[in-house]
């Protein structure tokens, strides 16, 4: 057997855990697979002492993780410290210069520096690999990289956050609000302390960012990603959507179009008999439509010590067997420039919820304001009337929800629909808009 893979591990939290423990329990069958030892020789981690679920103390410990990536001993630094610059950034640069293979789930780092990092890497002939970066252990790095290079991609799309994808989950089985779902979910532990990064979209928007690069042969651009969270949603909205046959779920697509590319991270309206509409809970999906394999989705788990350690494990045996591409699956050189395609040009059908008070001549001006804009209205209902919502005693003044599907239509013309029925005063609130994806 040729000389074993020597791993500095950096960064010993819920994936480093996982990943030790893996290692430790399949030391044989794995050296067997990938026709070499996979060793881990050193761990970096902030404290030495602190309580994990693997144990540390067989490996030497270095402090510094910027040593560990350059330590002699190692031939792979595997990275998951986290953070899109800092010590990660600073330890995987230093790492790919000396000449190390480097493993990371650092989804922040490649999305803002991908392109830098992937022309470091094949610079000095080693991998960059980072499966466990987008969506934990579903393998979707390595399918569109290796398994569906033959097609031209149209789009890739998915729900790529667990946290969003429970609270919702649980706001539509229990009809209670986002706010006492997500503060359940980090006393539970299954949310973090701060949540923006997940609510917000961000998270998403990261691995969405390394989606497309990887889809579409572009340079990652994670400034170009448009973002909603999930923050806006409520109980009502969920009502409703199920009403009309939807589930309301945060998606992150992007979209080749005429104009460039789209990549937007939204709560999405998707038809409820449809399979992505059926991933609940914590589980992620990714969703790739090429042209002659047609439709591919993958179902599974995006989070977690074991799925995330499971796609480590992958990277590292691709590395033992020699087999090194380049990160992003075209050479970092041959990587196209990305071509935004303006969020204003974005084209589909819309659900919106009105708040309208309840006179006369309220629903002609909502339709004469969407009629000015050339939008087709697919459905309208009023939802409940406004009596029953605190603080309005005057029937004629109270508002009632007043939802609309859309046909297919631009976001400038809703949006500037939507601003016209506001400045018009029959709404006691600021409308709410959810796009609805074509699947
Ligand atoms: N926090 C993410 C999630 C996992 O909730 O899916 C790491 O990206």
Same mark, same amino acid.
């Given at each position: 057997?040729?000389?074993?893979?020597?791993?500095?591990?950096?960064?010993?939290?819920?994936?480093?855990?996982?990943?030790?423990?893996?290692?430790?329990?399949?030391?044989?069958?794995?050296?067997?697979?990938?026709?070499?030892?996979?060793?881990?020789?050193?761990?970096?981690?902030?404290? +030495?002492?602190?309580?994990?679920?693997?144990?540390?103390?067989?490996?030497?410990?270095?402090q510094d993780?910027?040593?560990?990536?350059?330590?002699?001993?190692?031939?792979?630094?595997?990275?998951?410290?986290?953070?899109?610059?800092?010590?990660?950034?600073?330890?995987?640069?230093?790492?790919?210069?000396?000449?190390?293979?480097?493993?990371?789930?650092?989804?922040?780092l490649?999305?803002?520096?991908?392109?830098?990092?992937?022309?470091?890497?094949?610079?000095? +002939?080693? =991998?960059?690999?980072?499966?466990?970066?987008?969506?934990?252990?579903?393998?979707?790095?390595?399918?569109?990289?290796?398994?569906?290079?033959?097609?031209?991609?149209?789009?890739?799309?998915?729900?790529?956050?667990?946290?969003?994808?429970?609270?919702?989950?649980?706001?539509?089985?229990?009809?209670?609000?986002?706010?006492?779902?997500?503060?359940?979910?980090?006393?539970?532990?299954?949310?973090?302390?701060?949540?923006?990064?997940?609510?917000g979209?961000?998270?998403?928007?990261?691995?969405?960012?390394?989606?497309?690069?990887?889809?579409?042969?572009?340079? @990652?651009?994670?400034?170009?990603?448009?973002?909603?969270?999930?923050?806006?949603?409520?109980p009502?909205?969920?009502?409703?959507?199920?009403?009309l046959?939807?589930?309301?779920?945060?998606?992150?697509?992007?979209?080749?179009?005429?104009?460039?590319?789209?990549?937007?991270?939204?709560?999405?309206?998707?038809?409820?008999?449809? %399979?992505?509409?059926?991933?609940?809970?914590?589980?992620?999906?990714?969703?790739?439509?090429?042209?002659?394999?047609?439709?591919?989705?993958?179902?599974?788990?995006?989070?977690?010590?074991?799925?995330?350690?499971?796609?480590?494990?992958?990277?590292?045996?691709?590395?033992? +067997?020699?087999?090194?591409l380049?990160?992003?699956?075209?050479?970092?050189?041959?990587?196209?420039?990305?071509?935004?395609?303006?969020?204003?040009?974005?084209?589909?059908?819309?659900?919106? +919820?009105?708040?309208?008070?309840?006179? @006369?001549?309220?629903?002609?001006?909502?339709?004469?304001?969407?009629?000015?804009?050339?939008?087709?209205?697919?459905?309208?209902?009023?939802?409940?009337p406004? %009596?029953?919502?605190?603080?309005?005693?005057?029937?004629?003044?109270?508002?009632?929800?007043?939802?609309?599907?859309?046909?297919?239509?631009?976001? =400038?013309?809703?949006?500037?629909?939507?601003?016209?029925?506001?400045?018009?005063?029959?709404?006691d609130?600021?409308?709410?808009?959810?796009?609805?994806?074509?699947?």
């Amino acid at each position: 057997m040729m000389d074993g893979l020597k791993l500095g591990v950096a960064g010993v939290g819920t994936v480093g855990s996982g990943l030790l423990r893996l290692l430790a329990a399949r030391k044989e069958e794995l050296a067997a697979r990938a026709g070499r030892p996979i060793e881990v020789v050193a761990v970096s981690a902030r404290s +030495r002492q602190k309580n994990r679920d693997a144990d540390i103390s067989p490996f030497r410990f270095v402090q510094d993780p910027i040593a560990l990536a350059t330590d002699p001993a190692i031939n792979v630094f595997v990275e998951l410290i986290g953070g899109e610059g800092g010590a990660a950034k600073r330890a995987v640069e230093a790492a790919l210069a000396s000449g190390k293979h480097v493993v990371t789930a650092n989804k922040a780092l490649l999305a803002h520096h991908g392109p830098s990092l992937a022309a470091l890497a094949e610079k000095n +002939r080693v =991998a960059l690999n980072f499966e466990a970066a987008v969506a934990g252990g579903i393998p979707v790095v390595k399918v569109i990289r290796e398994s569906l290079q033959g097609n031209a991609i149209s789009r890739v799309y998915g729900i790529l956050n667990g946290t969003c994808n429970y609270i919702l989950t649980l706001m539509e089985k229990e009809g209670r609000s986002f706010a006492e779902i997500l503060k359940e979910a980090q006393a539970q532990g299954y949310a973090e302390a701060d949540p923006t990064f997940d609510i917000g979209g961000f998270d998403t928007a990261h691995k969405l960012a390394l989606l497309t690069s990887l889809a579409f042969g572009t340079r @990652t651009s994670f400034e170009s990603v448009y973002v909603e969270g999930i923050e806006s949603i409520t109980p009502a909205d969920i009502e409703a959507a199920g009403d009309l046959g939807y589930r309301i779920k945060l998606l992150g697509v992007a979209l080749r179009t005429e104009s460039g590319i789209e990549q937007r991270v939204h709560p999405t309206m998707v038809p409820k008999h449809t %399979a992505i509409a059926e991933v609940d809970g914590v589980s992620n999906c990714v969703a790739v439509d090429g042209d002659f394999v047609g439709d591919v989705m993958l179902i599974g788990l995006g989070a977690g010590s074991g799925p995330t350690a499971s796609a480590v494990t992958s990277d590292l045996i691709d590395i033992a +067997r020699g087999h090194i591409l380049p990160p992003f699956g075209t050479n970092a050189k041959a990587l196209k420039p990305y071509k935004r395609a303006q969020m204003r040009a974005h084209e589909g059908g819309y659900y919106i +919820r009105l708040s309208v008070y309840d006179r @006369t001549g309220a629903f002609a001006a909502i339709a004469g304001r969407m009629a000015d804009q050339g939008i087709s209205i697919e459905s309208i209902v009023q939802r409940r009337p406004g %009596a029953e919502l605190p603080g309005f005693n005057r029937r004629e003044e109270s508002p009632a929800f007043v939802v609309l599907i859309t046909h297919q239509t631009t976001e =400038a013309a809703i949006r500037k629909a939507l601003a016209a029925i506001e400045r018009d005063g029959h709404v006691d609130q600021k409308p709410q808009m959810i796009r609805i994806e074509k699947l």
